[in-house]
Each structure stands twice: as structure tokens, then as C-alpha cells.
């Protein structure tokens, strides 16, 4: 029974992808060539590609590269489209996936050795990623801000933002301080240099 839901949902899958691989677009034109060229229907051209990067992400030399980089290249492009536009959804849109993208690099930083273990794991970070992206409304980045980042953040506000004002206060005098000893110090070489001609 549970064989028959899965096979349904994966004939339901590829239909639904194959219907939109036949949406007339670019990327289904040069589809389309690649079609006619080699015989092979444009479902398991991307089918093949999506295995391919699938294998290559869980065996491959520079799996993290790959990942990270369709995890950054397409959200790039939009989120410099989003700040040319005036809509303010699509900034907010893309402005969250960063968020989320910022989060995973900060645990990966730290967690870079248990990581190594995980043989599946750039292949399961580009899935959430290619989750976090989908152009639906509530994508997984939504998600997650929403359910976790949002929260922590709103509780700790507060004390987040006295600690970046001591900061930056702490910061600005250290500026202030070295910029002052760098003009004096300039000051006093002019005149010395002065004195000796």
C-alpha cells in the first residue's frame, strides 16, 4: 500500500515537471534543442543533471563548493534584481533567505568537523537551500526565520542591541583615540621635517 502512495506521488511529481519543462521560457528552448539533438525526452535530461549533481554533492571533490555555490549564484541575481525593483516583498523575500544562508555558515564554521562525518550532508545543505528558495510563498526560509530565528531574536533584542551600542561606543574611541595619536604624530614629524630645513 505504501509502495502504491509512493509510485502515485512520483508519477504526480514527474508530471507536474514535465508539464512545466514544456512552459515556453529560455531555458525550455535550449531544453528543447538538447531534446531534439539527442532523442532523449527533456524530463530525464533534468532527471539525469539532478541525479548527476545528486551523486557528485555526496561523493565528489568540492561538494561544498557546488553547494555553496547554488546556494549563493540564483539568490544573488534575484536579491540585486529585488533591490532594483520597488516592490518591497521580494526584498523582504530574499532579505530572509540571507538570514537563513547566514545562519548555516556560522554552524558550519563551528561544526566543520562533525560535518565531515555526515557523508550526505552538502547534498542534504543544497536541498534545504533549493527549499529555501522555491518561489512559493511560505518556502522553508520563510520557515525557518518564522519558527527560529525570529523568536530567538525578538527575546534577545534588547540585550543584542545594548551590547552592539557598547560596542560601537567602545569602538568609536578606539577610532577617535588612534586617530588622534595619528595626527599628533603626523604633526610632529611635519614639524621636525620643518626644524631641519
Given amino acids: 500500500m505504501a509502495a502504491a502512495a509512493l509510485q502515485s506521488r512520483t508519477a504526480d511529481f514527474q508530471a507536474k515537471l514535465d508539464k512545466l519543462l514544456h512552459e515556453k521560457s529560455k531555458f525550455t528552448d535550449y531544453l528543447a534543442i538538447v531534446e531534439q539533438k539527442t532523442g532523449v525526452r527533456r524530463l530525464y535530461i533534468i532527471l539525469g543533471i ?7 554533492l555526496v561523493i565528489g571533490y568540492g561538494a561544498e563548493l557546488l553547494c555553496n555555490f547554488i546556494g549563493f549564484v540564483y539568490p544573488a541575481y534575484v536579491s540585486v534584481k529585488a533591490i532594483e525593483s520597488h516592490d518591497k516583498d521580494d526584498d523582504t523575500k530574499w532579505l530572509t533567505y540571507w538570514v537563513v544562508f547566514a545562519l ?68 568609536r574611541g578606539a577610532f577617535n583615540t588612534a586617530a588622534g595619536s595619528a595626527s599628533e604624530a603626523a604633526a610632529k614629524v611635519m614639524a621636525d621635517n620643518a626644524k631641519m630645513d
Fill in 50 to 56: 539532478a541525479s548527476l549533481l545528486s551523486l557528485y
Fill in 104 to 171: 548555516f555558515s556560522v554552524i558550519e564554521f563551528f561544526s566543520d568537523i562533525f560535518l565531515s562525518w555526515f557523508p550526505f550532508y552538502w547534498l542534504a545543505k543544497c536541498m534545504l537551500l533549493l527549499v529555501c528558495m522555491a518561489p512559493i510563498q511560505n518556502n522553508g526560509s520563510t520557515y525557518i526565520y518564522q519558527r527560529i530565528i525570529r523568536p530567538v531574536v525578538l527575546r534577545s533584542q534588547k540585550d543584542i542591541d545594548e551590547t552592539l551600542d557598547d560596542f560601537k561606543d567602545t569602538a
